[in-house]
């Protein structure tokens, strides 16, 4: 899947990604600045199922930005705010960073016998899934810190690049960004055609987001918040770069999820939408505003066609029901779940 030397991601990999968001959301702009005018012209939301959930979707977004509605917000404080694995892209078997970070560290492992006694590292020199199944919190972290340990951003590029273009889910036999949710990414694009920006809020690591981004939501990188590892500016090989170190600096789950948010955008979202309890703080933090707000929860709910487990969402689908916010099924409301195949 990986290779040592690859080159820098080129022209052909933007161009690969961008292709996977114009099968998703039938439009040719890859930055998601869709004019209001094409929107209008076609079936909004046309992967979601016409039902009472949609339309109370479009409803608001409709009352908060009309002039006239006595619910409307300006657009300078028009932001939507969504969690990126479980809610905009299929985190199964795991997070996919997770999977990248697997599969680098079997692709490298000869470049680093050291690994071999790296408890972080050495669970995980296998292809097999179920090692990583479900891995998340220190664990996963442990890995990725471990993997990108000393690598610049211009070094991670080539390597997360290449995977991206290269890699394939074993179960769906497509390239993981391929599983990028197509009622998702339409909301988007809703938005940003009524004024709002859109923000990516991950406990994945922000670097990685990055790479991916802008190709597959039209979310520019600068609109990213996720989890960090501390970095050192360092001249390597007579030059200046900053590297990551194998020591979490920021895990951007729970509570910390609000405060990034305020860190990076200044002010609470208008709309937040999650899948997972690690969601809930900035659920409530929109949805604690002054003014109209709305939180949106999906629930991993079709076995058929993505994967049906409540598995570390239990606290939060309570809370959406004790505080309103909308809880989207996947089997009852998306009428496509992933983009149509690529060939």
Not at 2 to 30: D, I, R
Not at 262 to 290: F, Q, W
Request: charged share 25%.
């Amino acid at each position: 899947m990986l290779k040592k030397n690859s080159a820098p991601l080129s022209l052909a990999l933007s161009a690969t990604l961008a292709a996977s968001l114009v099968m998703s959301t039938g439009c040719s702009n890859v930055f998601g600045r869709e004019t209001p005018q094409r929107v209008a012209s076609e079936k909004v939301l046309g992967s979601w199922k016409d039902n009472k959930l949609k339309q109370d979707i479009l409803d608001f977004v409709q009352r908060v930005s009309n002039p006239k509605s006595k619910d409307f917000v300006p657009v300078e404080d028009r932001i939507a705010v969504f969690d990126n694995d479980g809610t905009l892209l299929c985190e199964k078997p795991a997070y996919f960073q997770v999977i990248f970070a697997r599969d680098s560290a079997v692709a490298r492992q000869k470049d680093h016998p050291e690994w071999s006694e790296d408890a972080a590292i050495k669970p995980f020199l296998t292809t097999e899934d179920s090692a990583i199944a479900g891995l998340r919190g220190k664990e996963a972290t442990r890995l990725i810190a471990a993997c990108q340990s000393e690598l610049s951003a211009e070094e991670l590029q080539p390597l997360a690049g290449q995977w991206l273009v290269d890699a394939k889910h074993k179960r769906f036999n497509r390239p993981y960004m391929q599983l990028k949710y197509e009622p998702m990414v339409e909301l988007l694009t809703y938005l940003r055609a009524n004024g709002f920006k859109t923000f990516i809020c991950s406990g994945a690591g922000a670097d990685f987001i990055r790479l991916y981004s802008n190709s597959a939501y039209g979310i520019p990188a600068e609109q990213v918040i996720g989890s960090s590892l501390k970095r050192e500016f360092v001249v390597k090989d007579g030059k200046s770069v900053v590297v990551s170190r194998p020591v979490m600096h920021v895990y951007n789950v729970g509570p910390f999820k609000p405060i990034m948010i305020d860190e990076h955008i200044g002010k609470r979202p208008l709309i937040a939408v999650g899948n997972s309890d690690g969601d809930i703080e900035m659920l409530m933090y929109c949805t604690d505003r002054k003014g109209p707000s709305l939180g949106i929860l999906l629930h991993h709910d079709d076995e058929v066609r993505e994967y049906k487990y409540d598995t570390g969402a239990e606290k939060a689908l309570q809370k959406a029901s004790e505080r309103g916010w909308k809880v989207v099924s996947i089997k009852d409301d998306f009428q496509n779940v992933f983009a149509a195949e690529q060939k």
